[in-house]
């Protein structure tokens, strides 16, 4: 099923496209976009706190690709045209398209790539769709259990002419980062009367690289994440 479509989508687009349908969303254990975007050729995703938030798509910078849902374009809450797409949840799309090579009936300003999210059309569905997910994880360094819940509704009504679809999650994620750092300024040589070199050689008159200072930090974040979409089409 999904993969058929990837390939005939792949072998009837005049670009060099890839795609993931909802059935690939689904059964992956991918908690945002991001993460989902991450298992097509060429795309490597930035990831902060154990998330993907960003994609890179060749080697380009995250804000020379153009990401689009249902063919409106989406912008970012920082000062580059960068989205972060840690704040979408892999459950409302049926499907992900990457225009690696973006021609002129595209939207402009796509250096890296365009990709082009899709959300659930009850009308283009062969039957209704009912579908429940349910994850539990447990961190060992945050100590802390998670979970994500999801669910789908679709169905069409009046012959076929009227289609509507909803779909909700709600999804938890705790991280822990220990970190240590030490400022370079904080360097410093100093004379040492007796040293050995690798082969146990007595050295004198060296020197030892040493640091004034050091810092240890403790970042701890949870992520709490709820949302859903409604189709009506």
């Not at 690798?198 to 240890?216: M, P, V």
């Amino acid at each position: 099923g999904s993969l058929l479509k990837s390939l005939n989508n792949k072998r009837h687009s005049n670009n060099v496209t890839d795609s993931i349908f909802a059935e690939d969303i689904g059964k992956s254990t991918d908690q945002n976009i991001a993460d989902a975007l991450s298992r097509v050729t060429g795309v490597s995703i930035q990831s902060d706190n154990g998330e993907g938030t960003a994609i890179t798509v060749r080697g380009a910078n995250p804000n020379q690709n153009v990401i689009t849902l249902n063919g409106v374009q989406l912008t970012s809450n920082d000062d580059n045209q960068s989205v972060d797409l840690s704040s979408y949840s892999a459950d409302i799309l049926s499907k992900i398209e990457v225009v690696k090579t973006p021609s002129a009936d595209h939207d402009e300003g796509a250096l890296g790539a365009v990709v082009n999210l899709s959300s659930i059309k009850p009308l283009d569905q062969a039957k209704p769709i009912r579908t429940m997910t349910l994850q539990g994880r447990y961190n060992d360094y945050s100590e802390e259990g998670d979970h994500k819940i999801s669910g789908t509704f679709s169905d069409m009504y009046l012959d076929e002419t009227l289609g509507f679809a909803v779909t909700v999650f709600d999804e938890t994620q705790a991280t822990r980062r220990d970190s240590t750092q030490i400022n370079p300024q904080d360097l410093q040589a100093i004379p040492v009367s007796r040293a050995s070199d690798l082969d146990g050689n007595l050295i004198t008159d060296a020197h030892a690289i040493t640091f004034s200072g050091q810092r240890y930090d403790l970042h701890q974040s949870e992520r709490n994440r709820q949302g859903g979409s409604i189709v009506l089409q």
